[in-house]
């Protein structure tokens, strides 16, 4: 695999790539503290030399893990030091009075700025990994307040000096890069104490507080600056090229130095933060998404939700422990132990005493209510009872994983309004056709939308009928109902049916569907009182 990554980089990038890396090799070789002690000693030094005498001398001062190795051993570290990177042999001339003092001060040693490196992250890890380090959340309000002067200086021109303007980007950009270290720092040890599963009762009092505390005012206050640092940002942002040409112009620093030599320099320089537009950007996708994968401060807060929600789980896992205490894991272990050092028969008795389980009669999972047995039935006849495979492998009922996030109904709601307004689309398509053809039903075709909406009028305004009942012409009869009016209306669709008795009259309705024919009756299409109010009915028969 790191063969593979070697070879899918450029010649020059590779060969680079791999030379550094290999500056890290002696913190994994097996004589990794030898190897520390002896970089400690050159860190201790600001371009200096030193020989392999001068190298034991301080390792005996030290007396450290490394003790006093013999000068053999000690010039083989070195020179291994040397072919990884992370020291250089000094080019330094040697004045010896003897040929004895010279072969001891001949090989001289200087660290590499990329062991130095190195050794200062090395003892940094080493000297608080497992710290929970403190949040500068201080620093934050210094930045929002900085890039607002900043931008205040911009604003007006003359009174922006290049010095004063370059003191407050150099200030800014360390304020903000302490900020974004400490972030990242106790958000790394914040996920090392989420991946334990046995604390104890003080370890997760200490870590509940730090939550709802301590987590929670840092989350805050960031959610609170930092849609005001974005503000001002943007504010700066069309300003920020002339800005940095202004600040080049005034003081060039390694980068003039390098340049002044024709472009023939082999130096690379690596500037001050704040003096390139990169800087810039990454301090701007802090606080804003810029790219849509999210911003920082999106990340925090969905990392502090992860962690609380650790935090209730945690709880409810030492919630549900039948002691007081927070963790049963040493109990249990010693249990082991006993279980393991334990005759057949005291082990039975053991797990009585323990779990209170008496054999195979002790059933703790009742059958469902619908599967109810006598207590009369015997258990070769009787039902077998499922036991969950939670309860059968780790002896808890409690679902495992995480809760499914709630479903999304957006696209089906958007379908369904979709169809709603396709449906009240046609409906009205479907009115306007009928008050088109209103008066000529026999002539023309409807479609079967029409026709159903046509029907579903009639049907609608026959239940409404009014009914008139007429005197029999002989007396001792009785009369018979007629019908009187009927009329049914859709306001929405501005749409009216009246319906009359008339003798000898056929309405005849042609559609897609087939041929619908009324007998004695005439229909009236025309608009709903509330809809238009202009406007004659027309007859249909």
Not at 83 to 102: F, H, Q
Not at 412 to 440: P, Y
Request: glycine share 8%; with cysteine; net charge negative.
């Amino acid at each position: 695999m790191g063969e593979h990554t070697r070879d899918s980089l450029p010649a020059a990038d590779r060969d680079d790539t791999w030379q550094r890396l290999q500056a890290y090799a002696y913190l994994s070789a097996p004589e990794r503290l030898e190897y520390v002690a002896v970089m400690r000693v050159f860190c201790g030094t600001l371009l200096t030399d030193l020989s392999v005498p001068d190298v034991r001398a301080k390792l005996a001062e030290a007396d450290g893990p490394a003790g006093a190795p013999s000068a053999d051993t000690l010039t083989a570290r070195l020179e291994q030091l040397v072919d990884w990177g992370a020291l250089l042999r000094s080019s330094r001339s040697v004045n010896a009075a003897s040929i004895t003092e010279y072969q001891r001060s001949r090989s001289r040693y200087q660290l590499s700025k990329l062991g130095e490196r190195v050794q200062r992250d090395a003892d940094e890890v080493l000297a608080g990994a497992d710290a929970a380090r403190e949040v500068s959340s201080e620093l934050l309000a210094l930045v929002e307040r900085g890039l607002g002067e900043l931008n205040d200086l911009l604003q007006k021109p003359e009174e922006a000096g290049p010095q004063d303007t370059l003191e407050r980007v150099s200030t800014l950009f360390v304020q903000f890069t302490e900020f974004a270290d400490s972030v990242r720092d106790f958000y790394a040890y914040l996920g090392q104490v989420l991946a334990r599963y046995d604390l104890d009762g003080a370890e997760y009092q200490g870590f509940k507080e730090l939550l709802l505390d301590y987590v929670e005012a840092i989350r805050e206050d960031v959610a609170f600056r930092a849609p005001r640092i974005a503000s001002v940002l943007d504010l700066l942002w069309p300003h920020l090229p002339g800005l940095l040409e202004r600040l080049d112009a005034h003081a060039r620093g390694l980068s003039g130095v390098a340049g002044a030599a024709g472009g023939r320099s082999e130096v690379r320089v690596q500037r001050s933060r704040g003096r390139e537009m990169a800087d810039w950007e990454g301090l701007r996708g802090w606080f804003t998404d810029v790219d849509g994968q999210g911003s920082q401060v999106d990340q925090l807060r969905d990392a502090t939700m992860r962690a609380l929600q650790s935090l209730l789980t945690n709880a409810k896992r030492m919630l549900r422990s039948a002691s007081g205490e927070m963790s049963r894991r040493k109990d249990l272990l010693r249990l082991a132990r006993w279980f393991d050092e334990a005759d057949p028969e005291d082990a039975h008795d053991m797990a009585v005493a323990a779990f209170g389980l008496y054999g195979a009669r002790h059933l703790g999972v009742p059958p469902a209510s619908d599967d109810a047995v006598p207590a009369y039935t015997s258990w070769w006849n009787g039902p077998v009872v499922e036991v969950p495979v939670a309860l059968r492998e780790r002896g808890s009922r409690a679902q495992r994983g995480r809760a499914s996030s709630m479903e999304n109904h957006a696209t089906q709601k958007r379908h369904l309004q979709e169809a709603a307004r396709a449906r009240a689309e046609a409906r009205r398509a479907a009115a306007d056709e009928l008050r088109s053809a209103a008066g000529r039903f026999a002539e023309v075709r409807l479609t079967a939308a029409a026709l159903g909406l046509l029907l579903e009028l009639l049907a609608t305004a026959l239940g409404n009928a009014q009914l008139r009942r007429t005197h029999a012409d002989m007396p001792g009869t009785a009369g018979e109902f007629s019908l009187e009016s009927a009329q049914s209306e859709d306001a929405e669709l501005g749409i009216r049916l009246t319906v009359r008795r008339s003798s000898g009259v056929r309405s005849v309705l042609h559609s897609a569907d087939g041929v619908v024919e009324l007998d004695d009756l005439e229909l009236e299409i025309g608009r709903a009182a509330d809809s238009a109010g202009h406007g004659a009915e027309v007859s249909a028969s």
